[in-house]
């Protein structure tokens, strides 16, 4: 099986698939995808993509999209390798709560598109942050009592799973908006566990292709 992950460097979504990837131990194809130059929004790309976003996960030549989506694909179709899901109804229904507080009501708020949109509004960089600022506040907000009550070493139980996934890049995004997260102690501490794993650390932009 040829996987090939079509991802961008700083990009939160792809992050959370590298992450996943990467804690199943599959070997995949890494091609960049400038969103600076705006390669994303190509005839090329959005033949793969019909969003105009990343990733996108070519399985054998079939395209998957959402990385959300790919990541339970990825549970699904490798269930012998470490699980990103507990197996638990009650405890997956918990640690998809948690992953979609970041999927579904952080993350999209603070988006290169989203920021694009507020500059072509005339929003000033400042304001832009302060915007970025307040909804990952929120989220985390939410989020630190789930993790002091179901994480263990790391943000759900005792493994790297969903959550992580999830998480360790939304930290990385708070830290380029200058977020305080001194508030939470459990977000910071799994956070922090999680990146020191030789899978999750190799997935950072910093072992990315350039864009």
């Not at 992953?99 to 929003?123: K, Q, V």
């Not at 263990?152 to 360790?168: E, H, M, Q, T, W």
Request: proline share 8%.
């Amino acid at each position: 099986m040829k996987l090939v992950l079509h991802s961008a460097k700083r990009a939160s979504a792809p992050y959370r698939v590298r992450i996943g990837l990467n804690l199943k131990g599959l070997p995949f194809e890494l091609r960049p995808v400038d969103l600076l130059a705006n390669a994303h929004q190509g005839e090329d790309y959005r033949a793969l993509n019909a969003q105009a976003l990343v990733p996108t996960l070519e399985v054998d030549g079939r395209p998957l999209t959402q990385s959300l989506a790919i990541l339970e694909w990825l549970d699904e179709a490798f269930p012998e390798q470490p699980r990103l899901l507990p197996l638990d109804p009650f405890d997956r229904a918990a640690a998809r709560a948690m992953a979609e507080i970041i999927a579904c009501d952080i993350h999209p708020l603070n988006n290169l598109r989203i920021l694009r949109a507020l500059t072509a509004l005339e929003i000033d960089e400042d304001h832009r942050n302060a915007w970025a600022t307040r909804w990952i506040t929120d989220g985390f907000t939410a989020l630190e009592p789930m993790v002091a009550r179901h994480g263990g070493d790391f943000a759900f139980g005792d493994a790297p799973g969903l959550v992580d996934c999830l998480l360790i890049p939304q930290v990385f995004n708070a830290g380029r908006f200058k977020v305080d997260l001194s508030a939470f102690p459990a977000i910071r501490a799994a956070a922090a566990q999680a990146a020191e794993h030789p899978a999750i650390a190799a997935a950072h932009p910093d072992h990315h292709p350039e864009r």
